[in-house]
């Protein structure tokens, strides 16, 4: 991948990472209209790959199946053209999607607090890691294990409380200063 390395970092996929519930998808699609690139959702193309939910292919194949489909899919989506991705929360914790991730995108960490991605979360029952467990528990487990990974990312940005709106104003303003930081 070392061709990888020649990519503009303001030509570069905008990769949003964090834990399930702090936006991704939804803050993904609304930035992804602000900045006039396309928009992928890692769960939404790993559902299409596979032929299933992510909560069928948890049930009947596994999670460590799931994860390998989500590598594979991680790799396809940043060998291709430029877009706003947002990455699965446990993707950031294969080496070979962490390695593409630096290579081809600037990575965004959607950091929220855990209680408040608790309450979101509570609200859908779509989250296989999450079931038959208490979600801040869960949730506090799963920031010890990849919270050291997400910090790896380029850029940081709390999102824990505001409109969606403001979680994407907030991620252009720190994208501007960091892609002027790399220029200069």
């Known amino acids: 991948m070392s061709h990888a390395l020649t990519i503009p970092v303001h030509e570069r996929t905008i990769a949003l990472v964090g834990l399930m519930g702090v936006g991704k998808s939804t803050v993904g699609r609304r930035l992804a209209k602000r900045l006039g690139l396309p928009f992928a959702d890692g769960d939404v193309e790993i559902e299409a790959a596979a032929g299933m939910t992510v909560s069928d292919i948890f049930a009947s194949l596994g999670e460590a199946e799931f994860r390998a489909g989500e590598a594979r899919v991680m790799k396809r989506l940043l060998e291709g053209p430029r877009m706003v991705l947002a990455t699965g929360g446990g993707a950031i914790l294969n080496e070979d999607t962490r ?67 403001e979680a994407v104003e907030a991620i252009v303003r720190a994208l501007d200063a960091y892609w002027a930081e790399t220029a200069a």
């Open 99 to 165: 390695a593409a991730l630096k290579a081809r995108a600037v990575t965004v960490w959607m950091r929220a607090d855990l209680k408040t991605v608790a309450e979101r979360v509570q609200r859908r029952d779509t989250r296989p890691l999450l079931r038959g467990r208490d979600p801040l528990q869960a949730l506090t487990a799963m920031a010890e294990v990849r919270y050291p990974f997400y910090g790896l990312a380029d850029v940081t940005v709390d999102v824990a409380t505001g409109a969606h709106a």
